[in-house]
């Protein structure tokens, strides 16, 4: 719900990513280029499960959604 979302946020806005409050949000420079570094690991992700492991488009995408989440946590 929107207290989850909200509760995200500010957890966000707390390690310097986002900026703003519940009238609205804006990344930051730090929240781009962390978005940035998501995004490329999802899109490596998908790239080696696609090549590599032989994974159809629905399984590589959810696959490379939770071992870029994964990852992240190192």
């Known amino acids: 719900g929107t207290g989850s979302a909200e509760s ?3 957890r966000l806005a707390a390690e ?3 900026t703003g409050s ?3 949000y804006a990344m930051t420079d730090a929240g781009r280029r962390h978005a940035e570094r998501i995004v490329r690991a999802h899109r490596l992700w998908e790239t080696y499960l696609g090549t590599q492991a032989g994974f159809d488009a629905q399984q590589m995408h959810v696959e490379a ?3 870029e989440h994964a ?3 190192e």
């Open 8 to 10: 995200r946020l500010q």
């Open 16 to 18: 310097g990513l986002v």
């Open 22 to 24: 519940a009238a609205g």
């Open 65 to 67: 959604e939770r071992l």
């Open 71 to 73: 990852h992240e946590l």
